[in-house]
């Protein structure tokens, strides 16, 4: 995990330009307002936010963990919402400052492992999508992650994550070639997968034309990269959740957004945090169908 995302990072971006980040943003927006406390500022009511400005602002805090290039976070932060972003990768950050600043946004990012992030105060919802979390191939990774958010997250507040299923990485994927060419771009893809460990390896080799180095448009530069992904059950990650105390709420599939099936390839769940007690000052915002 630690060496990913570095060539990778320049040209991320343009590979990334068929994910519709916006429809991300609907679906993580909708369900914050379902189930979560955080709210965008233009509906920001009501005597706690005078009571107690520091821990409403708290509440209202969105961290996206794995946030990469900042463009979800960016999008949330167009929404009206109070965002930060932590990402383990410099390369990627670099370009999310960059896209901060010509957006005029005021957002943090921090360099930061998910597995050990430090706050200095508690985030009423947590966002990681986009297989962040599959970077994780332990279970001792997984623990530290949800224990770590758990810690970290508002009196019952929410935490929103995908991750890709077992089914795509063994069915699927698993022992295919994936090559795509840019114009100024091109990668091969080759994928491995162990079914013992259950973990997936890319293989990535990426073509960079030079821009740079005052050399001929044709010329480009070779890159490599290693990227290992672990494919998970739901059944696992629902024990992994309870294991760091946190709430079970409720998942589906992330691409129909309806129930989870066999051959779903990407799950979108949301657990909650309990057992903090509420401050008086602030008034939360009532949950909606839980089960």
Sequence with gaps: M??????????????????DYRLTADKIQDIIMRYGLSRPAELRTGESEN???LLAAE?????????????????????????MGIDLSEEMLGIALTRRDKLHHRTLYLCQDMREFELFGTAGTFVSVGDSVNYLLEDEDMDKLFKRVNTF????????????TLHLYRDVIGDSTIAEDREDCSFIWEN???????????????FIRDRDSGAE??????????????????DEMKKFVSDAGLTWVTEMDSDTMGPVTPG?????????EKGKKVPPSVTQAPAENES
């Design 2 to 19: 630690y060496e990913s995302y570095q060539s990778f990072a320049s040209v991320y971006d343009e590979f990334m330009d068929g994910t």
């Design 59 to 83: 509440m209202n805090l969105v961290v996206d963990l794995g946030c990469g290039t900042g463009k979800l976070t960016e999008i949330l932060a167009d929404r009206g919402f109070d965002v």
């Design 51 to 53: 009571t107690d400005v």
């Design 153 to 164: 997250l508002y009196p019952g507040g929410i935490f929103v994550f995908d991750f890709k």
């Design 192 to 206: 491995w997968f162990d079914a013992e460990t259950r973990i997936n390896e890319y293989d990535l080799t990426l």
């Design 217 to 234: 448009d044709n010329l480009f530069r070779k890159y490599q990269e290693i990227h290992r992904q672990r494919g998970y059950t739901l």
């Design 264 to 272: 779903t390839e990407r799950i979108l769940c949301v657990v909650r």
